[in-house]
């Protein structure tokens, strides 16, 4: 190991104690994005954010106001004209941290107990942010940095960002750079490393189905009106089959199929029946027959029903024939599906099978295309060696279920890749409760990113 590394490595050890004191000061700022109550906490986040780009000696450090919340950018040029451009990615804002009443101490206190910092942001995402900026910190204090950065840090993540792909498209020369590293991720268990190599994309919809002008009584009117709820429970029904497969005409044309290498890879992650079972509390798993529960919930495309309404709700009884009911549902997308293409077929699936004794309307909500990252790329390399510098066994490169709009919008708007990384734990209560980040993993965390900009300059 090169004696300025090992320097790094050092300051970041010696300097431990503080960077958890900076990041308590971050969490105590309650950034809440969907609140516009929190509106002065947002602003004084992101000056915060900036003050630690300048702290770090980064220049064309600048708080870009947007239509809701404001970005942070910045840079670093290196002196070596042929370096590689990482653009690091983040986000300071946080989710409410409601029900209060359940948290075990205050949400913006954020409090050691243990191995653990708990707080709202501790984990998701400004843990992982404070990782990235202080292993910069811990380099630039001791030795140069031979990487080219670019800085885009948001407000608005946990409420989708509405404004990023505006922002994207009107900064596209300060943003520019060969990948991106975003570290809003996790891995699998402290003593589980992982890269996340691929992200399913998303499309999302309503469906309204309408019978009579208004609701009915079911005895009067009852076997003569067809009711447009059970209606949309026989077309939900009907758009599985008994296998498990979505019925939607064409919805796995385009479907990207996993190679014996990739389900080989999968099959290494620690994500087997009983870990589903365990942490779902289900009696038993749902799917897509022919896949393991890991390829089903990182490879494998789905349909699902995240709501409905229709007629009387409310306690006891009360007999009617509803005039509406609705449905929100979401397909989550692998490569190289296209959340435009779901939307026709859906619709082909309804103009076939929906009957004519009621009228129907789809409203498409959102849509967000999947993502994926060669593992052999240089980046990907260097960042999978550094995690193995720290944890002394190789990384698992794992396909992570959900979605993150920055990371198609970069790919769409820019043509840049992204490493998505991070060292979160499933168990840090996301969004819930009594959020918590795993000190040690965090340092660990930190020493990892030092050794992933030495292997990425090297």
């Not at 109550?37 to 450090?61: I, T, Y």
């Not at 009852?222 to 026989?234: D, F, I, M, R, S």
């Not at 029946?273 to 494998?300: I, K, N, S």
């Not at 699936?349 to 129907?360: D, G």
Request: net charge negative.
């Amino acid at each position: 190991m090169s004696g300025n590394r090992t320097a790094a490595l050092a300051y970041a050890q010696n300097h431990q104690e503080r960077f958890l004191e900076e990041l308590k000061a971050l969490i105590k700022i309650p950034s809440v994005s969907t609140q516009p109550q929190f509106a002065a906490q947002m602003n004084a986040a992101a000056a915060w954010v900036a003050e630690q780009l300048r702290a770090l000696g980064m220049s064309q450090v600048a708080i870009c106001p947007t239509e809701r919340h404001p970005v942070v950018c910045g840079e670093y040029r290196c002196p070596d004209s042929h370096a590689p451009t990482l653009l690091v990615y983040g986000h300071y804002d946080v989710q409410p941290p409601d029900p209060l009443e359940l948290w075990q101490s205050p949400p913006f206190e954020p409090t050691v107990n243990g191995d653990y910092l708990y707080g709202r942001g501790a984990s998701d995402m400004k843990g992982q942010l404070l990782a990235g900026l202080k292993a910069i910190e811990s380099i630039l204090k001791t030795d140069r940095l031979n990487v080219n950065l670019r800085f885009l840090v948001e407000g608005e993540e946990e409420i989708g960002s509405p404004s990023l792909q505006k922002f994207i498209s009107e900064n596209r020369e300060r943003l520019q750079a060969d990948v991106a590293l975003n570290l809003d991720s996790g891995i699998l268990a402290p003593h589980v490393p992982a890269i996340t190599i691929s992200l399913r994309g998303l499309a999302y919809f309503e469906l309204r189905v309408y019978g009579a002008a208004s609701d009915l009584h079911s005895g009067t009117f009852g076997g003569v009106v067809h009711n447009p709820a059970q209606v949309l429970c026989e077309l939900i029904a009907a758009m599985h089959d008994a296998q498990g497969r979505v019925t939607l005409p064409g919805f796995y044309n385009r479907v990207r199929p996993l190679s014996e290498a990739e389900r080989a890879e999968i099959a290494r992650l620690p994500l087997d029946e009983a870990y589903f079972l365990q942490v779902t509390g289900a009696p038993a798993l749902f799917g897509e027959e022919g896949y393991t529960p890991a390829e089903r919930v990182g490879a494998r495309p789905t349909l699902e029903v995240n709501g409905l309404y229709s007629g009387y709700i409310g306690e006891g009884s009360k007999t009617v024939l509803p005039a509406y009911a609705m449905a929100k549902i979401s397909c989550r997308l692998v490569p190289d599906q296209d959340p435009a293409d779901v939307y026709l077929q859906l619709l082909d699936y309804l103009q076939t099978h929906a009957p004519r004794t009621v009228r129907w309307e789809l409203i498409q909500h959102a849509g967000s295309p999947p993502a994926m990252i060669e593992p052999d790329r240089p980046e990907v390399i260097a960042l999978s060696q550094a995690m193995e510098q720290v944890w002394g066994k190789k990384p698992a490169f794992k396909r992570e279920g959900g979605s993150i709009p920055v990371v198609a919008q970069l790919q769409q708007l820019l043509g840049m890749p992204t490493i998505l990384s991070g060292f979160g734990l499933p168990d840090d209560n996301l969004h819930a409760p009594n959020e918590r980040l795993h000190l040690p993993t965090w340092r660990r965390g930190i020493e990892t990113l030092i050794h992933f900009f030495y292997n990425l300059a090297a």
